[in-house]
């Protein structure tokens, strides 16, 4: 089976740095994808791990542990604008994605 | 704007009924990829084509189906529509398909359904 666990709701203050955690269990690994969908929106992408280490891209990296199926998102100097849902995604294998239900993040003044 | 279309943007029916959703993807992308998103639930995926043939499929109802034509748009179709069909449903689409390569998916602005 596929299992993909992430917290239902974090909450921040603008400005600080938030970590969002995802444990995956999957019957197989092509990558694991981050995206950002706001209420009533289309996800868009954020970024993208198969390889272990942390990818850094302006104010948000991820982090990726095959070993552990572990991965995570960290966003920085948090704005306002940043309050949404962050969908941590998995390819099992041939790009269909298996979707975790998501993290609610409220960024406070 | 990613590129990817869908129509309608919203759609109210009624319990018994049948509905079609479309969608164009990005100039190019061969793969398109259909997803459910109930309230409070993650996105679930229902089903995949590339050009033309579908590819994989995920949690579909045997009353809905899908396909996509030769000028690569797709169209889902919901039938003998009941109450927890209501969701969001978005289409995705990417350049390629396979195993060995990375493509991110670029979805579009979805087609609330609103079954009644």
């Known amino acids: 089976g596929q299992n993909i666990d992430q917290p239902t709701e974090m909450t921040a203050t603008e400005g600080a740095i938030v970590q969002i955690n995802c444990t995956y269990q999957t019957s197989g690994f092509n990558g694991l994808f981050w995206y950002q969908q706001h209420a009533g929106e289309a996800p868009t992408f954020l970024s993208y791990n198969v390889l272990d280490g942390l990818e850094e891209k302006g104010r948000f990296s991820s982090f990726l542990s095959r070993s552990k199926g572990y991965s995570y998102l960290l966003l920085k100097e948090l704005q306002m604008k940043d309050s949404a849902s962050y969908l941590c995604?998995?390819?099992?294998?041939?790009?269909?994605?298996?979707f975790g239900t998501g993290t609610r993040l409220l960024v406070s003044p | 704007d990613s590129g990817v279309t869908q129509t309608p943007k919203h759609l109210i029916t009624a319990t018994g009924q049948r509905v079609t959703l479309r969608c164009s993807p990005r100039s190019g992308d061969l793969s398109v990829y259909w997803y459910q998103q109930s309230l409070d639930q993650g996105l679930q995926f229902l089903i995949q084509y590339y050009n033309g043939e579908e590819r994989a499929k995920g949690n579909i109802l045997e009353r809905f189906s899908a396909q996509q034509f030769p000028d690569l748009h797709s169209e889902l179709n919901l039938s003998s529509l009941e109450l927890g069909d209501s969701a969001l449903y978005f289409c995705?689409?990417?350049?390629?398909?396979?195993?060995?390569?990375?493509?991110?998916?670029?979805f579009g602005p979805g087609t609330r359904l609103t079954v009644l």
């Open positions: 995705a689409s990417s350049p390629t398909f396979g195993a060995s390569s990375y493509n991110e998916q670029f």
């Open positions: 995604a998995v390819d099992p294998g041939f790009q269909k994605l298996v």
